[in-house]
């Protein structure tokens, strides 16, 4: 997996985010501080998990040959008593029948990045200068 590297940006709050070859931004909202020039942190993470999701119901779709012609992964997050609340919603379309429709909502559970925010998690700090 590509390193994420980020540094400051233009104006108070925004980042500049480098994947390998790839460059993009992050930001606070207006209301809170920033620029609104990007996504904020939080919704990278809401974005993660909406991608994982939809990628993980198209791969194993097409494994199965399930005709899923699309799915349409919303995220929100929320934060309540220092708890993330993550709230999605997924949106699935083709000619499915009942049981293919819950069994793509039993895979959607089975993403790496759901799995990654539910299990437990370590993050390791180093200072490297």
């Known amino acids: 997996m590509r390193k994420v590297v980020s ?3 233009e104006g108070p709050l925004q ?3 480098t994947t390998g070859d790839l460059h993009h931004v992050s930001d606070a909202e207006v209301s809170k501080g920033g620029g609104g020039t990007g ?3 939080h919704e990278y993470l809401g974005a993660a998990l909406a991608a994982c999701t939809s990628m993980t119901l198209k791969m194993y779709s097409e494994r199965k040959s399930i005709p899923l ?3 349409i992964v919303t995220v929100d997050i929320e934060r309540h008593d220092d ?3 993550f709230t999605r919603h997924v949106e699935l379309v083709g000619d499915l029948d009942g049981e293919q429709r819950a069994r793509l909502l ?3 559970q089975r993403c ?3 799995k990654a ?3 437990e998690i370590q993050i390791k700090t180093q200072l490297v200068n």
């Open 15 to 17: 980042q500049k985010l």
């Open 39 to 41: 996504p904020s942190p």
């Open 83 to 85: 708890v993330e609340i």
């Open 69 to 71: 012609k699309n799915a």
């Open 117 to 119: 925010l539910a299990g």
């Open 106 to 108: 039993e895979i959607a």
């Open 112 to 114: 790496p990045i759901h």
């Open 7 to 9: 540094q400051f940006g």
